[in-house]
């Protein structure tokens, strides 16, 4: 069998390169004579890898000085309830614009810990647009604005970090950190999952701001408190030492594709392609305003459904994985993250064509 092009939205394809480097180096990493996974967190080769790697993802991202980055155990939906833990209260108001599943995810998991209000959401669009700025209800006492640049599921993406005024912007990047430039020093805080542009599954990656980190409560359990992980360097308890390594590996990797400004271009390229083998034919469709379509995350619609089934089974013979739509929405969904290559994208859009030929 050969490895099959990989379109799942997560976890999802990793680069070639990284996993063969991975292979290679499982038994025996660097100096260490035992793989990463086993030896120390607080080895001088471990310590060693985790600068490097924070180096690297400052470099890639020109994260400010007055920024904390941490690498943390577990997955973007536990900081749906640890952010408002942090930095707000139960008597405390923040605002979440709602463009998608993720963010109504959001909403819910924080509503124990903050006075979660819905400054914005596209629901009564099905999640096909992104709210008018001028309609947002935003509080001006809101200890954050929390939004989701990129929402997964319906493939629908900020183009622009929007302008909320004074409150600190906190965006869940988990789908698209990495896939473009942005300008790091306009948010308070990013956080993303690490098992879509970054690793594997199981470490999350967190970019805080000095001053967010002087909010954060000594009232709840230090596990929970991005203060004292900063503080511990993310080695406050046992990180994902694996995770962490691996991600140190995809970054040297996207240094090596030219860095971030390089990758954009090529992700622009790759959407372009997907989309207009979409919009030039009347046997798919994708419902999203074409200013607010995802670069990552692609979902496509076929006129008739009852060919959703054999077009999946044809695409997998053809060895294309992972394009089911989410069970929310249903059709197909083409996730082309990074590691994803222009010509992996172009087989598809083949494939698209010919399976719109053959039954029309
Ligand atoms: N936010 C977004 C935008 C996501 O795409 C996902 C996962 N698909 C999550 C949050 C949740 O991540 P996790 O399952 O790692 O908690």
């Known amino acids: 069998m050969t490895r099959a092009c990989n379109f799942s939205a997560g976890p999802a394809a990793l680069p070639e390169e990284v996993l063969k480097q991975a292979q290679a180096e499982l038994l ?36 400010p000085a007055n920024y904390r980055v941490l690498f943390l155990q577990g997955g973007a939906t536990q900081h749906f309830a640890q952010i408002p833990m942090n930095f707000a209260n139960p008597q405390q108001s923040a605002d979440y ?27 009564d669009s099905a999640y096909t647009r992104i709210p008018a700025r001028e309609s947002w209800d935003l509080d001006p006492n809101a200890r954050f604005v929390h939004y989701t640049p990129n929402e997964t599921i319906h493939g629908v993406e900020f183009q622009d970090i929007p302008d909320i005024g004074g409150a600190p912007l906190i965006a869940d990047m988990s789908s698209d950190i990495l896939s473009r430039p942005i300008d790091v020093s306009r948010f308070g805080m990013i956080y ?112 008739r459904p009852v060919l959703d089934a054999i077009f999946l089974a044809e695409a997998a013979e053809a060895g294309m994985l992972g394009l089911k739509g989410h069970r929310e929405l249903g059709g197909m969904r083409a996730s082309i993250y990074n590691a994803i290559t222009l010509s992996q994208v172009s087989r598809l859009t083949e494939f698209m064509e010919d399976f719109s030929r053959r039954h029309e």
Not at 48 to 53: F, K, M, N, T, V
Not at 108 to 113: A, D, I, K, L, M
């Open 97 to 123: 614009i709602v463009t998608g599943a993720w963010g109504e995810k959001a909403v819910r998991e924080g509503s124990p810990y903050a006075q979660v209000r819905v400054a914005a959401s596209s629901l």
């Open 192 to 303: 993303a999952g690490a098992q879509k542009n970054i690793g594997a599954s199981g470490l999350v990656i967190l970019i805080i701001r000095d001053d967010l980190l002087e909010r954060c409560p000594d009232s709840i359990a230090r596990i929970f408190n991005y203060a004292q992980h900063a503080a511990g360097h993310s080695l406050f308890n046992t990180p994902n030492t694996f995770g962490w390594y691996l991600s140190s590996l995809v970054f040297k990797w996207l240094k090596a594709q030219g860095g971030v400004a390089a990758i954009g271009e090529r992700n622009r390229a790759k959407a372009k392609l997907l989309y207009s083998t979409i919009d030039k034919s009347d046997f798919y469709s994708n419902p999203v305003e074409p200013s607010a379509r995802s670069w990552m995350n692609i979902p496509f619609f076929l006129a």
């Open 28 to 63: 025996e990493w660097g100096s260490a004579r035992a793989s990463v996974m086993e030896i120390s967190h607080r080895s001088r080769e471990f310590m060693d890898l985790a600068e490097e790697s924070e180096q690297d993802l400052r470099d890639l991202m020109s994260i």
